[in-house]
């Protein structure tokens, strides 16, 4: 057995509220090896994003902790870099500078002409040479995230984490990206921790699914190990019975182990993307 | 060529000369002129609905200096104000090319030449506009360089934030007729040398622009930089970057469409404050002026008076579209339409 390359152990997390402290996360242990994707799924409110921010950095675990390669995560880094949902771009800058700012912090010492190269780089590692000097606002949808990616992987991170980076995007933009994903991540074997809604993109992409139970205190259900051969592809595998096996997995453990109790009908797990039933569609220009 | 200049008189906040542009590039003719119209032809109409009820209003409105001057009354003075700058100019010129007649005279006789001295006529209605000019913006740039780095200091520290807001609010209402004797005294005290650089009535005038421009620029950078998306500040903690590159990459351009609104509010406000400082603080510029027109009280000081107010006006318009300008071109959404 390989030595654990990302450990979150015992992890709980409470925030204060005026109604004393609301327990988020409880117990939360998770080992994760180098190269490895993870996907954690779970319905909305069950804390998944506090995982995430946890290991970013961005939160303090109440008890328990994370340990990256032998030392424990105390503060937000470049080692940890995040893709937001929103790819919280900078609007006043081009997408080249969006991306130029991550490595100038992170490669100090590198020369001006090996910064500028690593940047291009990383844009053409997401397909986007050819927007480099324009601004977010220029762009649509599915490219802004692109090169919130390239900028996220411009910092070399020893683990990449993705706030469900494809949430905001349609259905026939999100498949494309994660097509592009897996293209990237079959050449680079970066460790991925993502989080997502949907249960084909998580099938698809993972190689472990960790499924989260309902908060409060919530913690994880149930780790499915996702043994499909790479490179895998969406059509092929949409008559596997293996993809449709985990897919069944996961959607039980979703609607029928830990079937939100309450009444809100916004529960947004989307199940099938080739019923193409998605609302958001403001972003279909071509990724 | 023709898109560019529509694109620059939207910027500008020109937008009624738009179908003008269309109309001369031959876009749709007809459709063109009923816009003009719209956006040129209304304004016109009001503006001489409102000529005529000026002028029937003035008839009939007779004041101790005579009657309210009406549209042409006025007219006629700011002629005559013209006449007099010219006249002043033509004087000073005479008198420097006398002085420089004298010294040729004195070096021709192999004599030292006079030193020359400067033209001490009092000041003109345009010098004067120059004069506020130049104290309203002498004003409001310490007033911009005081309120910026405490907007962000507080938009970034809620401690802070809590601590000043108290002060802020209770001083950002006071009138400038209040602050001015306090400021006055304060000048006299501290400003004291035999040769002084500028005169204290200017400090004295500009400081009470800046006690009284400083609060929107202020609460606009305050709010702007706490209201920075949170996203923004995280990816900032993930690049570790130090607390100036924060501000100046990440917070500064951040809430700089909100600093633009403050500073236009805050020319605006300075502006008006101005004129009220000038009159009491005897700075020489419109403010003065209206004031020495007032005192002096003679039958054409009204229809003065009508022609500073309307100079005022068109000052304070002009200052806000530039205003405007740079807040639209600072702003991130484009879509936005700014007003």
Request: charged share 20%.
């Amino acid at each position: 057995m390989s030595q654990t390359y990302l450990d979150i152990s015992g992890v709980s997390i409470e925030f204060p509220t005026p109604a004393g402290p609301f327990k988020a996360l409880d117990n939360v242990n998770l080992k994760i090896q180098k190269g490895e994707f993870i996907s954690l799924i779970g319905h909305s409110g069950c804390g998944k994003s506090t995982v995430l921010n946890i290991v970013a950095g961005l939160y303090d675990a109440t008890q328990g902790g994370v340990i990256l390669q032998g030392k424990q995560v105390t503060k937000p880094g470049p080692d940890r870099a995040v893709v937001f949902q929103n790819h919280s771009l900078f609007p006043w800058l081009t997408c080249y500078d969006n991306v130029r700012l991550a490595v100038d912090q992170v490669f100090k010492k590198k020369s001006k002409k090996e910064r500028h190269e690593w940047t291009v780089h990383n844009l053409e590692l997401v397909h986007m040479g050819h927007a480099m000097n324009k601004r977010p606002d220029e762009i649509s949808g599915g490219m802004k995230q692109r090169i919130g990616i390239a900028r996220a992987l411009a910092m070399e991170p020893k683990v990449l984490l993705m706030d469900e980076p494809f949430g905001a995007l349609d259905a026939l933009t999100r498949a494309h990206m994660q097509d592009s994903l897996m293209e990237i991540q079959a050449e680079l074997n970066n460790t991925v921790i993502m989080i997502t809604h949907d249960v084909d993109e998580a099938v698809l992409l993972s190689d472990k699914i960790v499924m989260m139970t309902n908060g409060p205190a919530a913690t994880i259900g149930e780790i499915l190990t996702v043994e499909l051969e790479r490179p895998r592809d969406r059509l092929v595998l949409a008559d596997d019975s293996t993809y449709n096996h985990y897919r069944a997995e996961v959607l039980r453990f979703l609607h029928e182990k830990h079937a939100k109790k309450d009444t809100k009908p916004a529960s947004k797990i989307k199940t099938d993307v080739k019923k193409n039933n998605d609302t958001n569609n403001n972003n279909n220009k071509a990724a | 060529m023709i898109n560019s200049s529509i694109r620059f008189l939207e910027l500008t906040g020109m937008n009624w000369l738009i179908p003008l542009v269309n109309l001369m590039a031959g876009r749709n003719p007809k459709a063109q002129i009923t816009e003009l119209f719209k956006v040129i032809g209304v304004p016109i109409a009001a503006f001489a609905i409102f000529l005529l009820l000026w002028s029937v209003a003035a008839k009939s409105i007779v004041t101790s200096l005579g009657n309210l001057p009406g549209p042409t009354q006025t007219w006629a003075q700011f002629e005559s104000l013209v006449e007099e700058h010219r006249a002043s100019r033509e004087k000073e010129a005479a008198f420097y090319q006398r002085q420089k007649y004298r010294n040729e005279k004195r070096i021709a006789k192999g004599k030292e030449p006079k030193k020359i001295r400067a033209y001490t006529g009092a000041p003109t209605f345009f010098d004067q506009i120059f004069t506020s000019l130049y104290t309203v913006f002498f004003g409001f740039f310490i007033a911009t360089a005081i309120a910026i780095p405490i907007g962000i200091i507080c938009g970034l520290n809620t401690t802070i934030y809590t601590g000043l807001n108290p002060l802020i609010q209770i001083f950002r209402p006071v009138s400038p007729l209040a602050w001015l004797p306090i400021v006055t005294m304060v000048v006299s005290a501290v400003y004291t040398t035999d040769d002084p650089l500028v005169p204290k009535s200017f400090i004295t005038s500009a400081l009470t622009v800046t006690l009284c421009s400083l609060w929107p620029t202020l609460i606009n950078t305050t709010v702007g930089v706490s209201s920075i998306d949170r996203d923004f500040i995280n990816v900032c903690r993930v690049l570790q970057l130090n607390w100036i590159n924060k501000i100046f990459k990440v917070v500064l351009p951040a809430s700089l469409p909100m600093i633009f609104t403050g500073l236009r509010l805050s020319l605006g406000v300075g502006w008006m404050v101005l004129i009220a400082a000038e009159m009491l603080a005897q700075n020489p510029g419109l403010g003065k002026f209206v004031w020495d027109e007032f005192q002096n009280g003679s039958s054409n000081s009204l229809g003065r008076i009508l022609v500073a107010v309307f100079v005022i006006g068109c000052i304070g318009f002009l200052l806000d579209r530039i205003m405007l300008t740079l807040q639209k071109s600072v702003s991130h959404d484009k879509t936005q339409d700014i007003r």
